[in-house]
C-alpha cells in the first residue's frame, strides 16, 4: 500500500515529521529544468511518486531533444534527482527510473 507521507522522523512526545509526496514533485521539477537535453511533456502527470513502507520511488517521464545523447541525459538526471532530493530532504531515494517518451526535433 502506498503512503502520501514520507516520515523524517519517529513520534516523539510533540509529534511526527514527514513530507508530503508533492514535495518530491517539485523536486523533480526543479532538477528538469537544471539538465541540458530534457524538454518536459506537456502533460502534468510525467512524475510518478511512490512511497512504500517509508522508501521512496521515482518514476519520470521525458522528451530527450534530438541531438543529445540519451544514455548521458538519462544518466544526469537520475544523479540529480538523487542529489537534489539528498540536498534538500536528507532522503536518500530507493529507485529513480527515467522512462523516454519521445524525442523532440
Do not use: W
Not at 537535453?37 to 518514476?59: A, F
Request: charged share 30%.
Amino acid at each position: 500500500m502506498t503512503e502520501e507521507y514520507v516520515l523524517l522522523k519517529d513520534s516523539n512526545e510533540i509529534g511526527k515529521i514527514a513530507l508530503n509526496k508533492s514535495v518530491f514533485s517539485s523536486i523533480v521539477n526543479i532538477s528538469l529544468d537544471e539538465i541540458e537535453g530534457v524538454v518536459k511533456p506537456e502533460k502534468d502527470d510525467h512524475i510518478e511518486i511512490k512511497v512504500i513502507k517509508n522508501r521512496l520511488e521515482i518514476t519520470v517521464g521525458v522528451i530527450v531533444k534530438n541531438d543529445s545523447n540519451v544514455k548521458t541525459v538519462c544518466e544526469n538526471l537520475q544523479k540529480k534527482i538523487f542529489d537534489n532530493i539528498l540536498d534538500m530532504t536528507n532522503i536518500k531515494a530507493k529507485t529513480i527510473t527515467v522512462d523516454v517518451l519521445g524525442f523532440s526535433y
